[in-house]
């Protein structure tokens, strides 16, 4: 399983960015997919996750701001990040879980700073 993810850069206080990510490879029907990030010297954490069922589970801190969505035709997943706030800034790295199995991406940056 091969994760593409895109969509980080700088962006100010307030403002929006799209993270986009892309699976490929042996994918099961029944999965997870979702985002994590991680800022310097912090752990990786969960910031919004969707089953293939369509549950999704966003992180406290982003509720009403981020919104997560995917496609399971093809395997995507989305997070819009609106109303950007200084500590969102981390790497970001997209999931996918299936047989109990984490996939992950390699990070992209997001930078929040005027």
């Known amino acids: 399983v091969q994760l593409q993810a895109s969509g980080g850069g700088l962006v100010q206080p307030g403002g929006s960015l799209r993270l986009s990510c892309a699976a490929s490879?042996?994918?099961?029907?029944?999965?997870?997919m979702g985002w994590y990030r991680q800022a310097p010297g912090q752990q990786r954490e969960l910031v919004a996750r969707e089953t293939s069922a369509g549950s999704t589970n966003l992180a406290a801190s982003v509720k009403g701001r981020f919104t997560i969505s995917r496609n399971n035709a093809e395997n995507t997943v989305d997070l819009q990040m609106n109303s950007l706030k200084p500590d969102d800034a981390a790497v970001y790295y997209c999931?996918?879980?299936?047989?109990?199995?984490?996939?992950w991406g390699k990070g992209t940056q997001v930078t929040v700073s005027s």
């Open positions: 999931y996918l879980r299936q047989w109990g199995t984490d996939h």
């Open positions: 490879g042996n994918i099961i029907s029944i999965n997870t």
